[in-house]
């Protein structure tokens, strides 16, 4: 039983004392003992709660993205400062270059939402590359570590003084953060190091071209190296002295020259490559031939062009397989090769891609369809991805896609969180060798590593008009893999229609057709006030023909006013017998779905501020009229990758263990107490 008196002393009878008395010989030990135990227990305390809080931190979701079914970072009262007016702001159209930020559809007259810091700190991703804060945008791989080099802010949430970033990994997904790489500290580069890319030499060797805008905001291309190429980490970088290496040619604007791409060997022992630019609105890409990346030789005419498409940025050019599922070299040529153009339009901010035929000694490429060029057919991905890049990964023999997944609420709420923008899971990419038209794109085997428990459904039947609800847990952090199988009878029977379907200016999920939509309600509530759905629409036309659209509709994924909410999507190939299949990959704020395979992609950005932690939802839906839908799913909740510091001390493990903490604080406690006793 507590003292309930603890501040009397504990004689009823005696009176305090009115000075401090001495102690007697006899008892002098035994004090200094007690005072040594009194010591040894606070200090024991102090490294307890030392030790309590690494472990929190270790799964603390604002540091080390750990478990985030529960708010970590609570306001300690609701956000009441005056919501400002929020009006689009452009980040960096003075400077020549995309901004890179996604702007807001129409100006919000209203109020900003109230945002408090339990919403944002939901928003922060668990198992998606970025910076520990502020805002981000030539990964390689090297002695064993993947390298990734990124557009970065260090100074705030926003567009500007931007200097690349440097993170490393051992499998994709754990991230060490490095020192910068490269900051702007010379006049070629003074007002940003912007877009570059990594080639390795035959012996091994890497040089990197690098954009720059000048003192005078003047586009150059630069020569970088590393300080020790033994160094696997590859910490230190140089800038050739002779920077810059090429200076925009005449006709180009001075801010339309940027960009360059991964170098690939020629047969007449050249190195070459190309940069985006326009000439008035019709988007090119310049080639260069190069023997020892100082020198350059502008080849006659361009790689290619586009009328309409405006100014090219981020082009990447590189080779695919038709005969095999392996990724190969950017220098590979051949019979049984496609060659990729890929451009990041500056106009509409979003990434395009077509295959097509490469001729090394006229330097030209052919498109395989006109009709779907780059810039006017297929994009990489149908919602927020951009300035995205490819590598060819020898460690594993792929080529892997990597993009850049900006933000879509406003500018005050980047600034409020500390934070903006993320990397996308990184994709591999191979041909559709099914439809001979289409890439595929898949999230990287390495994220399967972060898959815990998992729960089945099999053959549920979602009728005509319901939703049903799927018992996962939390639904914060999931890897779905679902198939649908519509009914084959009601398929033949609904009457052809002329309907004009597109996911972008239909009414979304709301709207009813016979055979759709169908799909899934990732981060709702259990009211579904909040719902961000993921679904396929079916399309009956004249002749029996059967056309399927994969969407996503953000219209209703988030109550607050001050975010962009669109319905996304575009026409998805489906093969005869084929089922309808989709993979969703869910991860706070941002949804990455692959539709059959990856022949569709849409990545969203969400923001609700009711479906979060505990109370986001999972729930299948069918709002046909006509016709029932089967579906077998399987749904993992996901663990979170660990992106931290690095120290010189970890060479092999991607992930913090705070056993390793652990293990020191006992030691040095036991040898502390022991210390005392003695």
């Not at 702001?89 to 890179?100: F, L, M, P, Q």
Request: hydrophobic letters at 35%.
């Amino acid at each position: 039983m507590a003292d309930p008196r603890p501040f009397l002393p504990s004689d009823p009878d005696a009176l305090p004392y009115t000075y401090t008395p001495l102690p007697n010989p006899d008892e002098a030990s035994e004090i200094r003992k007690r005072q040594f135990k009194e010591l040894l227990a606070i200090f024991s305390g102090l490294l307890m709660l030392s030790l309590l809080v690494v472990i929190i931190s270790s799964g603390n979701e604002s540091d080390t993205h750990a478990n985030k079914n529960e708010p970590v970072f609570l306001a300690k009262e609701p956000y009441t400062t005056r919501p400002a007016k929020l009006h689009p702001v452009s980040r960096s159209v003075a400077a020549g270059v995309s901004e890179k930020a996604n702007r807001l559809a129409d100006a919000v007259t209203g109020p900003a939402f109230p945002w408090n810091n339990s919403m944002l700190s939901w928003q922060r991703t668990a198992f998606h590359f970025q910076p520990e804060k502020n805002w981000m945008n030539g990964p390689l791989f090297y002695k064993g570590w993947y390298h990734f080099f990124y557009q970065w802010n260090p100074n705030g949430a926003t567009w500007g003084d931007i200097v690349w970033g440097h993170a490393v990994s051992k499998d994709l997904i754990h991230w060490f953060h490095l020192p910068l790489a490269m900051v702007a500290d010379q006049w070629y580069d003074i007002n940003g190091v912007w877009t570059g890319s990594a080639t390795i030499l035959p012996d091994g060797k890497i040089v990197m071209l690098y954009t720059g805008s000048t003192n005078e905001s003047v586009q150059v291309q630069n020569l970088a190296y590393p300080a020790d190429h033994n160094d696997p980490l590859l910490t230190k970088w140089v800038k050739y002295s002779g920077n810059p290496v090429l200076v925009p040619p005449p006709g180009i604007g001075y801010k339309d020259f940027r960009d360059p791409t991964t170098a690939w060997y020629t047969s007449e022992g050249k190195w070459r490559i190309i940069i985006g630019s326009k000439l008035n609105k019709t988007g090119i890409s310049l080639v260069y031939d190069t023997k020892d990346f100082k020198t350059y030789e502008q080849l006659n005419g361009v790689l290619h062009a586009v009328p309409g498409t405006g100014m090219w940025e981020c082009v990447d050019f590189y080779p695919v397989s038709k005969a095999g599922d392996k990724g190969l070299d950017t220098s590979a040529n051949g019979p049984d090769v496609k060659h990729v153009v890929k451009a990041s339009l500056d106009d509409d901010r979003n990434d395009y891609y077509a295959l097509g035929t490469y001729e090394e000694k006229t330097g030209k490429w052919i498109p395989d369809n006109q009709k779907i060029d780059v810039g006017i057919g297929i994009r990489y991905d149908y919602g927020i991805f951009y300035a995205s890049k490819t590598f060819y990964d020898q460690n594993k023999e792929r080529r892997v896609l990597w993009g850049w997944i900006g933000e879509s609420d406003s500018q005050n709420a980047d600034m409020q969180k500390g934070w903006a923008s993320v990397q996308g899971i990184p994709r591999t990419v191979v041909f559709d060798k099914k439809t001979g038209s289409n890439l595929l794109q898949w999230p990287v085997e390495e994220v399967e590593k972060l898959r815990l428990s998992s729960k089945d459904f099999d053959k549920v039947e979602v009728k005509a008009g319901s939703v049903l609800p799927l018992q996962v847990g939390t639904a914060t952090q999931l890897d779905i893999v679902a198939e649908f199988e519509l009914d084959k009878k009601v398929l033949e029977s609904v009457a052809e229609s002329n309907e004009v379907f597109s996911c972008n200016t239909s009414a979304g999920a709301s709207n009813r057709g016979a055979l759709g939509p169908f799909g899934l309600l990732v981060h709702a509530d259990e009211s579904l006030l909040e719902q961000t759905p993921v679904y396929f629409y079916v399309a009956k036309g004249p002749g029996g023909s059967v056309d399927t659209f994969f969407c996503t509709d953000q219209t209703r994924s988030s109550v607050a006013n001050d975010v962009k909410k669109k319905v996304t999507g575009s026409y998805v190939p489906v093969l005869k017998d084929e089922k309808l299949s989709v993979r969703i990959l869910v991860d706070h704020s941002i949804v990455e779905s692959f539709a059959q395979g990856g022949r569709t992609t849409i990545t969203s950005r969400v923001y609700p501020t009711k479906a979060i932690y505990g109370a986001a939802r999972l729930f299948l839906f069918n709002n046909a009229t006509e016709t029932s839908v089967t579906a077998s799913l399987k749904v993992w909740q996901m663990n979170s990758a660990f992106i931290r510091p690095y120290h010189p001390d970890e060479t092999s493990n991607a992930s913090f263990n705070p056993f390793t903490y652990i293990q020191f604080i006992v030691t040095f406690f036991i040898f502390f107490t022991l210390s005392f006793i003695r």
